[in-house]
């Protein structure tokens, strides 16, 4: 009897090969799905994964309000991975469903963002409607080498006349802002900005870990100046997740990339301020169990990678006939004016940083002994 | 602007260093106070309102004026006030002095010498 209900592997097999002629592939979604372990502060633990690259965007459905909500793989462990949300993650619930998106983390960027105020991921935030643009660029790249890079020879007119006359600030150059609270680092940068008009510059002013009480102020100066229609404000305000405000720099460096990479414009970028986005990771290398004093947990590696990527690129020769095969942009610094002829677009881009931060001494001697160390380890080996 | 701007920069630097040693006596001779005046001056030229950035043709002429002792003869009270008027003349009078610094960006002789005769013309009016 029971000889009989047992499927002959002959039968088996032809049952098997009719489902698959006859499934329509098609219309399977076929993905990979994590579940969330855990959540806290801001950072997830997820299990499954196992292919997801160090960087990757994820995408978490909350079960209680269906919400989608963006995240990004930190720490590729054995058994799970570690990542960062962007977004609410009060709505987010051990056994959550995570998919992968298949793209390191990108920004939205373009001309649309010109004139916007947005959040870390591109989003508007200035209640204008949406930004219509197509095009994204990583948060995270590599800073161009040596051999791509311009000197610095032009400079970026403050408007300033002590720091254009003593101490002034050249294209494709990082400057560091420092001093105490009230004595005006903001100021420099936003007179900078407003210096900025008619000099062909993109401005990128990104606020990080400010009350938005404060930036909208600053808005409300660069509309009155005039200033708004050649910027991109980005916020990544005191009440937002440390994850927002740890990639803020990122993104804001990535829109004003565009404009150098792409457009070949000259653009000028401030973090305001970085001190504020260190605390932020710091925070989240705590919460992710690095060690924030060394290696990948440490700000020094995560606050230079935005400065770096600031530089006049040496654009190979033929793209249009003046150009001068090189060129040079500042962020962390910032700003302005060729004296001369009107800018051409073509022949140059710079981009610089500037940033400015409240204390930087002890940061600063920390930085350095970071660097001496890892010289050190390095030499031993 | 890097050539006008040498200059400056010494002014200033010994303008500390003499500031701070003259704390000390007030016996001083004529070059220490001329030094301190010319000092005095440029820490004025260099103050500016907030929002209000300054082209760079203007800084040029401005910083040339102080560097090459123009406004010696100047109060360091009326020197904002001077500025002021020096920078409305040119614009009225001499565009097209502002107009060749910002885009030839080296002052040659030829220029720095119609630079010094459009200040003479102006410390002609703003005297009387």
């Known amino acids: 009897m029971a000889t009989d209900s047992i499927l002959r592997p002959g039968e088996l097999k032809e049952i098997l090969l009719k489902e698959i002629q006859t499934a329509d592939l098609a219309e399977l979604d076929v993905r990979e799905v994590g579940t969330v372990l855990e959540v ?3 950072i997830a633990r997820i299990y499954g994964l196992t292919s997801a690259m160090a960087g990757e965007m994820l995408e978490f459905t909350s079960s209680e309000t269906s919400e989608k909500v963006t995240g990004q793989a ?13 977004g609410d993650y009060l709505v987010l619930r051990e056994g959550d469903e995570v998919r992968r998106t298949g793209r390191v983390l990108d920004v939205p960027v373009g001309p649309a963002l010109v004139g916007r105020v947005v959040d870390a991921l591109g989003r508007p935030v200035d209640g204008l409607g949406p930004v219509h643009t197509t095009q994204t660029r990583k948060v995270d790249i590599v800073a161009p080498g040596i051999i791509k890079r311009q000197p610095v020879k032009e400079p970026l007119q403050t408007g300033i006349k002590a720091i254009d006359s003593m101490i002034p600030i050249g294209r494709g150059q990082r400057e560091l802002i420092i001093g105490d609270r009230g004595t005006g680092k903001t100021a420099i940068a936003i007179d900078t900005i407003i210096n900025q008009k008619g000099e062909g510059v993109i401005c990128v002013y990104v606020a990080i870990g400010q009350k938005s009480s404060t930036v909208a102020a600053v808005v409300e100066r660069l509309k009155q100046h005039g200033a708004m229609d050649y910027s991109i404000v980005l916020v990544a305000s005191a009440a937002e997740p440390a994850p927002m405000q740890y990639i803020a720099p990122f993104a804001g460096c990535a829109m004003a990339e565009y404009f150098m990479y792409d457009e070949k414009k000259a653009t000028l970028c401030v973090y305001d301020d970085l001190s504020k986005q260190a605390a932020a990771y710091r925070q989240l290398s705590l919460v992710l169990r690095r060690p924030p004093g060394r290696g990948t947990g440490s700000i020094c590696t995560a606050g230079c990678s935005s400065g770096r990527r600031s530089c006049r690129m040496r654009w190979v020769a033929a793209r249009s006939p003046r150009s001068r095969s090189s060129r040079r942009r500042r962020v962390t610094s910032p700003r302005t004016s060729r004296p001369t002829s009107s800018p051409s677009p073509t022949d140059r881009s710079s981009s610089r940083p500037t940033c400015s931060t409240r204390t930087c001494g002890p940061r600063s001697t920390r930085e350095s002994r970071c660097r001496a160390w890892e010289g050190a380890r390095r030499s031993r080996r | 602007m890097k050539q006008v701007a040498g200059r400056l920069r010494l002014d200033l630097a010994q303008y500390r260093e003499l500031e701070a040693f003259s704390q000390f006596g007030s016996e001083l001779d004529q070059a220490t106070q ?12 260099l103050k500016q309102p907030q929002y209000l950035p300054m082209p760079v043709e203007r800084q040029v002429m401005v ?4 560097t090459n002792g123009y406004l010696d003869d100047v109060a360091p009270e009326h020197i904002k006030a001077w500025e002021q008027g020096f920078l409305d003349f040119m614009v009225a009078q001499h565009p097209e002095l502002g107009q060749e610094i910002r885009t030839r960006k080296v002052l ?12 003479d013309e102006y410390k002609k009016i703003a005297t009387r």
Do not use: H, P, S, T
């Open chain 1, 40 to 42: 806290k502060d801001g």
């Open chain 2, 34 to 45: 001329k030094q301190l005046a010319r000092g005095e001056r440029v820490v004025e030229v």
């Open chain 2, 108 to 119: 040659a002789d030829e220029l720095a010498a119609r630079l010094r005769a459009a200040i």
């Open chain 1, 74 to 86: 930190l720490n590729l462990e054995e058994d799970n991975i570690g990542a960062v949300i962007f």
């Open chain 2, 63 to 66: 910083i040339f004026a102080v």
